[in-house]
């Protein structure tokens, strides 16, 4: 007769138990490493802005709060966060009545190509559609790839009659005389005719909507862009309502990791 020879159920349980904790370590410390570089990140980013508040509150206490990241002490801040981190985040930019009504006139906007009762009102302003990939100056948008983008989007000029603009001409030229005025403080901004695009108006119905990772001008193909100016307009904005940015280092975003 032969006999096979089998561990003890203990044993094997024993092994099994080893091997599972291993595993659940292991998933600890990616989550804990995870973890740990989103607190740098936080603290390292609540530190940037707690620089440029106190500029924003000192202009704002010499009556001047409209129009604080205009001065050279402010614009130097701004230029060495955006040369250092490659982005830089400007709080209560356009102040809160502003952004207030610009989030009406959006909203308008928006709601004119949305709701049946609504289709007569503002003709000839343009519509926001489902956004799409493509067209290199951003005005003819070649296909849509519904996996990518979930948005609704516009491009606009600001001069449209038929949206009844009031403030977003006001966005568009307070973040024109940013950008000039950065050319001072920016080394990688001089040397470029610096023409804005028709700014593109985004609405992200919610659901998950999103827009998946991408480059708004790659090293392969050169759309002529060399800045990206992000302006949100939601006025109750909160953590835990999704829609946040996600920014990749340089390399990280080219080599796709």
Sequence with gaps: ??????????AISKDFEQKASGEINDERSIRDKVEDRQKLYRSEHDKYKIMLEAFRMKYELAKKGEWWWIFDDSLAEIGSQLSKNNYVVLDKFLGCDLAK?????????HLAGELPETKQIMIGCPRMQQGSIGGLAGSTLAYKVDKYRDDYIAWYTGREKPCNWKTFPILLQRLDTLVSELERFVPELRGFEMNRSNAMATCYPGKRARYIRHCDNTSKVSNGRVMTAIYYANPKWKVGDGGELRIYEPAKAINGR
């Design 101 to 109: 009504t610009l989030y009406m006139e959006l909203k308008k906007s």
């Design 1 to 10: 007769k032969t006999k096979i020879k089998s561990k003890p159920k203990k």
